[in-house]
């Protein structure tokens, strides 16, 4: 079943001491992180409490003892403590597993790519090697790609982008002279974040492919903006790394804003 199934994190809870075999036979068919949750089913120990009864709460024992082999086996797990018999746990331990999930979705994270990085950039490099290491596979779309995307958008689709974004609240557009040609990019981007199937992924405006492009001739902001909304972000200048620290902030959090931080203000913190 795991083997088949696209599962982000596994978690494990215990209910008394158990051999760690059992889990790991199962375990063993995935790769996903490992959260052990240390349920405890009771909040307080009774003054007389005998052997007999002790021994059946004894979950963090059960934990412990997978948790060696775990460490053993240098596989990545966390263990977290929380009642259900506290509401108030339930968000330490969701937080626990949310941030495991995101962790072990990059392993089958797809990230479009459509420009290489701006030469001299190496802060924003990123090797299939690096990529592999985090189970991340890279699509690059080249210019024909782009071009046949951006001439399948017709001016009647572009329009009735713009209409519905300057109907929506909280929007203010003052459409300029590259208005029509932003919203066919926009919806060109969005086909080919479909096509193949992105979580993810990078543009560089500042080459042949857009800007210098004399079929396109702008930059992607609306498309990019748009894309992201939509819960698939899309970094800038090549910046892949960027992209997959956008991708885990929206899934940990549920947003994500791609933004540069030129300057402080010192004088004023």
Known sequence: MLREEPVDAIVYAPTMVAPPAWPLHV???SAAPVVIWNALQVLTLERDLDHPRATINTTQVGCLMLANVLVRQ???SHTVTGSPLRPTDNAAVLQVVRSAATAGSLRRAVALRIGDAIPGYDDVMASPGEL???GVSEIPVGKPELDAAFDAIDDASAR???DTLAARP???MQAGENALSSARL??????LCARHKVSCGTINCHGELFR???KIGITACLGMSLMGERGIPLSCTGDLPAGLAMLIAERLSGHALYCETYAPDLPRG
Not at 186 to 191: C, F, M, P, T
Request: glycine residues 12%.
């Open 170 to 172: 909280g929007w203010r």
């Open 74 to 76: 240098r596989r990545w």
């Open 160 to 162: 009735r982008l713009l």
């Open 27 to 29: 375990m063993v068919a």
């Open 186 to 191: 926009a919806l060109a981007l969005e086909g």
């Open 212 to 214: 210098n492009n004399p």
């Open 132 to 134: 592999g290491t985090l």
